[in-house]
């Protein structure tokens, strides 16, 4: 069983910045990879940013060059920097991780992060 607690969000304004954490607990091998989705309100969950314990990454197109995701294997936990933020970021942030890129089975409550024009 693996459980997921984010941590970070909040209200920023537009260009602003805010790291997300996400403190995982429970088998390492089923948070081979963990990633951070998004989704506002009235669309569907998106992909942000996913990195595997090797530490290689991949982001979405929306967030290339103002997102970083970063992890410390020692402590399960992943960090998402989000620079320059826009309000089109405005959004519920989720932690999500499993064994394999296409198998992530495991999802966190949820940080609210709110960019304000």
């Known amino acids: 069983q693996v459980q997921l607690v984010e941590s970070g969000g909040g209200l920023v304004q537009a260009g602003g910045s805010l790291r997300l954490s996400c403190a995982a607990s429970?088998?390492?091998?089923?948070?081979?990879?963990i990633g951070w989705h998004r989704q506002a309100p009235g669309k569907q969950r998106e992909l942000v940013a996913l990195i595997s314990k090797a530490g290689s990454t991949n982001y979405a197109d929306s967030v290339k060059g103002r997102a970083t995701i970063s992890r410390d294997n020692a402590k399960n936990t992943v960090h998402l920097q989000m620079n320059s933020l826009k309000p089109e970021d405005t959004a519920v942030y989720y932690c999500n991780a499993g064994s394999t890129y296409n198998i992530r089975p495991y999802w966190g409550q949820g940080t609210q992060v709110t960019v304000s024009s």
């Open positions: 429970g088998s390492t091998f089923s948070t081979n990879v």
